[in-house]
């Protein structure tokens, strides 16, 4: 498990900025009092009065500004550094996982899970304090485009989706699923409807398989059968979205850290110059996918086998 202590010198931790806007506050206070007390008409000592108290003003809106400037650069390097940390977080797994494939350990089914859960809460804390960091810089009126924070961010760098916590927690939805349908049978009819949303996640899933294996309409019109497969798969992603959002208002635990982004927005490449929204789009689509294959681990190999049966037709 990887330190979570920030390093001493930093510079991303935000000055007292308390004592700075009111020093900056009084200054400019000063200045106008200056200023209303010269009166037209006085004299030299007047204009003179007057230059001094408007450069000090000037002076003092131009330190505000300035820390104003400082606080978002901060922000800025704050919410690189929880991202970082969630790569990093991910990379770490992802050596764990290398290394149980070379035979490194010999690890039981249950001692693999703590593992997955040990990582799992150790990913909490860093997107946690990555949605903390986002939301201070939206308070100062930044990150609020989703290009602008990928960009910041450039969550999954270095880790293929199918190698993630996100992905391996996979092995955790029905113990998770049964903990939220209890509460929610519990809850009567208040519970009822929301019973019935989360019942339909089989169904979406499924859906998803079936149109990706539906080679019928990919060899007879491939524009309708893309269109189809994305939204069956904009659809699963929904539904886990909605899965941890149950979570969330019922105080059950979540399915996965943190949800997922769809496809289904209109992208503009030229806002995208480093792709790094391209590659969130993609990284979360394709950690959707890995997550249900493990979660429904049967119904994936079922309908892969039928799907490779189908295609020896064409």
């Given amino acids: 498990m990887k330190n979570q202590e920030r390093p001493t010198v930093q510079a991303t931790q935000p000055a007292d900025e ?4 009111k020093t900056d506050v009084e200054l400019i206070a000063d200045a106008e009092t200056q200023m209303e007390r010269a009166e037209p008409g006085v004299g030299a000592e007047t204009k003179r009065t007057k230059r001094q108290a408007k450069r000090q003003l000037g002076e003092a809106v131009l330190a505000v500004e300035r820390s104003e400037q400082k606080s978002v650069v901060d922000a800025e390097d704050e919410v690189r550094y929880w991202a970082n940390n969630y790569n990093t977080t991910e990379g770490q797994f992802r050596q764990f996982c290398q290394r149980l494939q070379r035979g490194e350990w010999e690890l039981s089914p249950e001692r693999y899970r703590e593992n ?11 997107w946690h304090r990555s949605e903390e960091a986002v939301a201070d810089l939206r308070r100062r009126g930044r990150g609020n485009g989703m290009y602008e ?22 092995i955790f939805y029905h113990e998770r699923a049964e903990q939220l349908a209890q509460v929610l049978r519990a809850a009567g009819a208040d519970g009822e409807a929301d019973l019935k949303t989360m019942g ?18 990919l ?16 659809e699963m992603i929904r539904q886990l979205n909605t899965l941890n959002d149950l979570a969330e208002r019922y105080q059950t635990p979540r399915f996965t850290i943190r949800n997922f982004m769809t496809n289904d927005f209109y992208y503009e490449a030229r806002r995208d110059p480093g792709r790094a929204l391209d590659h969130l789009a993609n990284y979360d689509r394709e950690s959707v996918m890995a997550y249900f294959a493990l979660a429904f681990q049967q119904d994936f190999e079922r309908e892969r086998k039928r799907g490779e049966r189908k295609e020896r037709f064409y």
Avoid: C, F
């Fill in 219 to 234: 060899h007879e019109d491939y524009h309708s059968y893309q269109n189809g497969r994305r939204a069956a798969h904009n």
């Fill in 18 to 21: 308390t004592e700075v806007t």
């Fill in 116 to 126: 997955v859960r040990r990582y799992e809460n150790d990913l909490a804390i860093d």
């Fill in 149 to 170: 924070l990928a960009a910041l961010q450039q969550l999954g760098s270095g880790v293929e989706p199918e190698d993630t916590i996100e992905a391996a927690s996979g």
């Fill in 200 to 217: 339909l996640t089989w169904r979406k899933v499924m859906n998803y398989l079936e149109a990706t294996h539906d080679y019928d309409l």
